[in-house]
């Protein structure tokens, strides 16, 4: 059995290390495993009276994609100590679907690229945020990436070979943890 996964990045810019960091998993997938990474880029920041009412359809698609995906993998840049705004932003919405059925019981890998300590303080503040949502964060191995200490090229790809294999075993992980979970 295929395990299918979504990813999306919290960082907007094309040249995102973060966004780096999803195309170097896409890249370094395990077998029986598949990657598609969505764009977060046109998703209305959460409100209420939006979702009341008109979903505009590129919205309507990204939840759908969540709620079929058999996990997540979730690229998370630090803004000021915490995660970005349009990464929470695609939480709060997926959160709103009745009984949180988009999100209930996923699992999810996380990591990110940032200065100093490589995005550690937005992604432990993710996963205060997955414990509410009841998204099941992979343990380990974790991923950290600075993400200007030189292991990114200018378009923010991956050229470090120690993060390239960091994140290929946070993959491997991944479907481990989700075939565990499908049990």
């Known amino acids: 059995m295929t395990i299918k996964a979504i990813g999306f990045s919290g960082s907007l810019r094309k040249a995102s290390t973060n966004s780096g960091l999803l195309r170097c998993a896409k890249a370094n997938l395990p ?4 990657l598609e990474i969505v764009d977060i880029s046109a998703i209305p920041f959460y409100n209420g ?14 939840l759908a994609k969540i709620a079929a995906a058999d996990a997540l993998v979730l690229a998370c840049p630090e803004y000021n100590y915490s995660l970005a705004p349009a990464l929470k932003n695609v939480i709060d919405w997926a959160s709103r679907e009745a009984d949180n059925k988009v ?5 999810v890998a996380i990591l990110g ?22 998204l099941l964060p992979l343990a380990k191995p974790e991923v950290f ?26 993959m491997v992980a991944l479907q481990a943890w989700t075939k565990q979970l499908q049990k």
């Open 31 to 34: 077998a029986g495993m598949e």
């Open 49 to 62: 009276d939006i979702a009341a009412s008109d979903r505009p359809a590129v919205l309507i698609e990204l």
């Open 103 to 107: 999100l209930n019981g996923k699992p």
């Open 145 to 170: 990436a600075n993400a200007f200490a030189g292991g990114f090229d200018a378009n923010g790809n991956v050229i470090d070979e120690t993060i390239s294999k960091n994140v290929a075993a946070q």
């Open 113 to 134: 690229a940032a200065g100093g300590m490589g995005s550690s303080r937005s992604q432990y503040h993710l996963r205060q945020v997955c414990v509410f949502v009841n």
